[in-house]
């Protein structure tokens, strides 16, 4: 890996993680088309481990309360971590169960063309809501996310898209649809990043020291800015805005794997 990849691969996960957009479909188009591929595992753990930095920055402190008060047995918080791990089962049943079908489709653009498309239909779902809304889901609020969250292990299909347009349609307020796909994020990017390190073989030599810190470093200060501009727009009731995007990328995606067969 070269300096300017380490540059691409941090700046396409710091900011296509978070924002609404799918960094894994990002990454496996950018693959195919332009022949930049995330150099080995050990990279890939890496650039985890940078955008859950990013988020520790941003929601830490609300994190390591919430946890806190889970410990004191405090009630809200015991109710909002309950909602929290309701919201995370399907996807962890999703990413052990479904492991090998998950790792065939990142090999197929058609896959990745179709989730850009399902990403942007969630998004406009979004256009007509307010920022208003209730502070946490009910249990089944929260089962509804966490089906939709899914999802998100397909390329194409946004993780925060998919669970913050959810969280939108089962009453919550915008700010609270982030900080509830937020906050879920943190141990299932934790849990990737474990995975994915056991079968990490780290030779710096081949992957270069100085590209893997600038990757790792672009990863983690697009990522906070990618937090915290998506913040900003759920706040002006502009979610929907990403959808023209992921359109337009989706199909391209399909029109690139129909030429090329």
């Known amino acids: 890996m070269n300096f300017w990849q380490g540059i691409l691969l941090g ?6 993680e978070f924002l609404p957009v799918s960094s894994d479909g990002h990454l496996a188009v950018i693959g195919h088309v332009a022949g930049v591929r995330t150099p080995g595992v050990f990279v890939e753990v890496a650039l985890h481990v940078a955008t859950l ?12 309360e919430l946890v806190l008060g889970v410990l004191r047995r405090n009630p809200d918080a015991m109710r909002y971590a309950g909602l929290l791990i309701i919201g995370m089962i399907p ?60 999802l998100a292990p397909l390329p194409g299909i946004s993780r925060s898209g998919m669970t913050i347009a959810s969280g939108l349609l089962v009453g919550l307020g ?66 929907y805005v990403f959808a023209p995007y992921c359109i337009a990328i989706g199909l391209f995606t399909l029109a690139y794997a129909l030429w090329h067969g």
């Open 174 to 239: 915008a700010v609270s649809a982030a900080d509830f796909s937020f906050l879920m994020a943190i141990p299932l990017i934790a849990g990737a990043g474990l995975l994915e390190a056991r079968d990490a073989g780290a030779d710096l030599a081949l992957v270069g020291v100085v590209p893997l810190i600038v990757g790792a470093l672009v990863a983690f200060l697009s990522g906070v800015f990618a937090i915290r501009f998506l913040v900003a727009m759920l706040r002006r009731g502009r979610f």
């Open 11 to 16: 700046l396409v996960q710091g900011l296509t």
């Open 91 to 150: 996807a962890g049943l999703v990413g052990l169960l479904l492991e090998d079908l998950i790792a065939r489709a990142f090999d197929s653009l058609w896959a990745a063309g179709v989730g850009f498309l399902i990403t942007a239909a969630a998004l406009l779902t979004t256009k007509r809501r307010g920022p208003d809304g209730a502070e946490r889901p009910t249990p089944a609020g929260a089962l509804v996310i966490g089906l939709a969250q899914a």
């Open 53 to 64: 930095g990013s988020i520790l920055v941003v929601y830490g402190r609300r994190f390591w």
